[in-house]
Each structure stands twice: as C-alpha cells, then as structure tokens.
C-alpha cells in the first residue's frame, strides 16, 4: 500500500510577494471606504502603525509607487488626491466574485439551461429518433448503426433515416435581471454597516454575468427617496444617503427597464433591510418612518401585482430581522408569487448566487 508522500512547502509566489499581500487589503479596504483611495491608503497607515504590515524590505511607500506604477492608482497633480483607475474598478469585482463565489467552476461562456429539450446546444445524455432539420453532429453513430443490423440484418446493411439516432440537447435561455439596492439611511444604522455587504455582491453577480453569462443582461439600480440606474464601474464609489425608502421609485424603474429588454426571463433581486416609508406624489415627497403606512403600502403591494401580471418574479434579500418587517415581505412576496430570503449579511451572497443559477435551469415565469 503506498501511503503519503511528504515534502517541502513551496509557497505560491503571490503567498512571499508583499505588493500582492497589501493589495488584497487595499481592495477590501476601497469597498469600505466607498472608492477613496486617500482614505484607504491612510488606514493601512494605521494598520501598519498597529500591526506591523510591512517592514524594512518594502515599506508603504514602495506599495504606494508600485500601485502606480502598476496602473491602480493614478495622482494626476502630484498632490496625494489619489483616483482609482479602470484596472482597479475591475479588480475589486473579480475579488468580491472569488469571494463570494469561490466555489464557482469555470466553464465555458453560456446560457441558462432550462428543462424543456429541443433544437438547443446543450447535449444532454438521452437519444431520440433524428427528425428532420436535427444538426448531422449530433447523429449518434453507434446506436444508428445497432439500429441498422435489427432493422436490416447483418447481410444486408444499410443505413436510413428511420435507423438514425441524435443525441438530445436543450434549449437554453437569456435571463435580464435588474438588481435593486436600497441606498436609505437605515443601510448603516444601529452600528451594522449593510451596504458594504450589498455592493460586494453587486460586483460578485455583475462580474459572474458579465463573465460567465454575457449574454445576460444585468442592470442596477438604488433607490433611497429616489431611485436611479448607476453603471457596473460605479459599484465601489456606492454610498449610503440621508433617504427614506422609495421602493415604490425602485419597482417602477427596474419595470420600466426590463419592459425594454427583448429577453422572455426577466427577474428583479431586491436587496433591503427595510420598510417602504417614502413616495413621490408630483414634485412632494410623502415620508413616513414611524410603522407601515397604508398608503406606502398599498402602493408597493400593487406594484408587485404587476411584475406578477408581466411576468417578473421579484425575490427579496431581506437583511433584517424584525417581525414586523418580514410580514411586510411576505406580504409582497405573495402579491408577486415571487420569493424570498432573511439572510444575514454573511450569507447573503451565497443566497444571491443559488437564486441566480436556480433561475438559469428553468423558465421564469
């Protein structure tokens, strides 16, 4: 029997490189700080004062050079008002991916597989009889030609049509989804920052899409007393506002965009921590934080009665525990027949994930 067989640990050389040990904490550091590279940069001052990050060898200015000379960082007016850089913006999304989704295999550039099987480019296990209009690539031979000698005997084979078999594939589908992040005042409140959490799985979901999926589509949104689409490279620069929630706002962009899209899945992740308390009634605002308001309710209610009369399943990452909060989402969870999910921040990309590749495997409808 052979056993184990040990021998020396060779690290990775990113493992014994301490640009790339301190860069890994500069990217987590950038999503804390919503995209200030001064600010990051001044809190590994600080770590490196507490903690000894660096030392002799290569110090915080040898990082900080070779953070510009490397293309991460730009000082356009030698004035220490660092800029983040394009190749850092995407950085950040690749890391929050192996984050988040570290298990993610890599695979080819694809669609959505679903159920249904047809004139796909999926090929799964079973055979059928070849039809007309079935791709010759697909013909399986071996089971054509077994085919051949029961229908015609050994003596005298010959291959026909009614003797072929093809193997079967599935149709794969495009899904569009629009994912909405709740920008309100309350992501930060009672010491528990939520919209760090959120904008990492924002930068996760766009970089899988984006990479894996491409041709899906993915749109984002925030809403606070407002809602506005922001653009995929915007994600690390994301702050939290002084709003109330307009979920209203929210549901009626994200409906307006997917209306536009051509794709038959179309799907809303919405991600929040809170209650509606805001609508827009002309140029007014309508405000109020204290319990659910019927109005506010109402309103949001009816709107996911659309998405359900559309066709859009809306699934809520609920990132709140209060009781009274989650009624309000099952509430409007059964109004749009969609789902939902109470995570807590750490889980919450894993369930964004699972909901994204349960989607790909069936229709939305």
Partial sequence: MIGYRFSDYIPDDKEGNP????????????????????????WMNELDKEYQITDDSYGMGDFIQELKDKGYIRDENNDGLFSLTAKSEQSIRQRSL??????????GQGNHRTSFSGTGDEVSSDTRPYQFGDRLENIEMTDSLRNAQINHGINDLRLTEDDLEVMETEYKTQTSTVLMIDISHSMILYGEDRITP?????????????????????????FGDDAWPIEIKDLPYLKVGPYHTNTVAGLELA??????????????????????????????????????????????????????RLGIKVTTFM???????????????????????????????????????????????
């Fill in 198 to 222: 959120a904008k990492k799985v924002a930068m996760a979901l766009s970089e899988l899409i984006t990479t894996k999926y491409p041709k899906d589509t993915l749109d984002i949104i925030v």
């Fill in 255 to 308: 409906m307006d965009i997917l209306r536009r899209r051509k794709n038959a899945n179309k799907q809303i992740f919405m991600i929040t921590d809170g209650k509606p308390t805001c609508l827009k009634e002309g140029i007014k605002y309508y405000k109020n934080s204290f319990g659910l308001d019927r109005k506010i309710l109402n309103r949001t209610l009816n709107l996911a009665g659309q998405c359900r």
């Fill in 19 to 42: 640009f790339e040990r301190l860069l890994k904490l500069f990217m987590q550091l950038l999503v804390y700080t919503s995209g200030d590279a001064a600010e990051a940069l001044q």
């Fill in 98 to 107: 192996e984050e988040i989704f570290g298990k993610l295999k890599k695979t």
């Fill in 319 to 365: 990132v709140a525990s209060d009781p009274y909060l989650q009624k309000f989402v099952q509430e409007f969870t059964e109004e749009n027949n969609g789902k939902a999910f109470y995570t807590s921040l750490q889980g919450l990309g894993d369930y964004v994930f699972e909901d994204y590749e349960k989607n790909r495997r069936r229709r939305v409808k």
